[in-house]
């Protein structure tokens, strides 16, 4: 079975500019999060979707935003860039959400915003 | 709040040696906590959760809701486990984790 699937794998943006990240989830999974990933703060939870809906959100400004399709595969959209979100960009997908579902991460985005 | 602290960036010990990785936590709640492993050049994949009260690879974890820990521990530690170890803890509701800033452990030979 295929693994869960970023891209791109590497990025780089001018301040300002905005950029989407793109994840497809394992075959079957239906629950998609995403996360930042930085030195100094670690891994920050950014948002959940599960049947195209919203269903967690981390403590990230409105310039960060998401989506999920119908097929699962979700991504992720960051407006007004800033030197700040330079960051591993990891997304997750589970069968469903639940703790009895264990998460499968993707290799990450890494983002360099210059 | 939900925090989840690991008050070691970095861990070395010896092959053989007895190791423990600690994290600490806070939450308003009944959390449930887990340990996710990053090998070198890996992806980030989970080692192992509270509820199930399983040992991986010889690691074992305990919640102590006293104290509000879920330190991982192993007894004889190998080279291969040589990684990055972060503690994350979730709510009963759903995947919102949070994580540590995780402890690099190095297994010396």
């Known amino acids: 079975k295929a693994g869960v699937t970023q891209t791109p794998r590497y990025l780089i943006k001018t301040r300002g500019q905005q950029v989407t990240l793109s994840c497809s989830p394992i075959?079957?999974?239906?629950?998609v999060s995403w996360y930042q990933q930085t030195p100094g703060q670690g891994l920050q939870f950014l948002f959940e979707?599960?049947?195209?809906?919203?269903?967690n959100k981390g403590n990230f400004p409105g310039r960060f935003s998401g989506r999920q399709f119908s097929n699962s595969r979700s991504e992720m959209n960051v407006s007004t860039l800033e030197l700040g979100d330079s960051a591993l960009y990891l997304c997750?997908?589970?069968?469903?959400?639940?703790?009895?579902?264990?998460?499968?991460f993707g290799p990450g985005t890494r983002l360099t915003v210059t | 709040a939900q925090r989840v602290t690991q008050p070691e960036k970095l861990l070395s010990v010896f092959k053989g040696a007895p190791v423990e990785l600690k994290c600490n936590y806070s939450?308003?709640?009944?959390?449930?906590l887990f340990w996710y492993v990053q090998y070198s050049r890996q992806r980030l994949q989970l080692l192992l959760r509270?509820?199930s009260r399983e040992s991986i690879k010889g690691f074992t974890a305990d919640l102590n809701k006293g104290e509000t820990s879920f330190h991982l521990k192993k007894p004889f530690a190998q080279e291969e486990d040589s990684a990055m170890y972060y503690c994350?803890?979730?709510?009963?509701?759903?995947?919102?984790?949070?994580f540590g800033t995780g402890t690099s452990l190095t297994v010396i030979p």
């Open positions: 994350a803890l979730s709510g009963q509701a759903g995947n919102q984790f949070y």
């Open positions: 509270h509820i």
């Open positions: 939450y308003s709640g009944s959390p449930e």
């Open positions: 997750a997908s589970s069968l469903a959400p639940g703790l009895g579902y264990e998460q499968y």
């Open positions: 979707y599960f049947s195209e809906t919203q269903r």
């Open positions: 075959s079957g999974h239906r629950s």
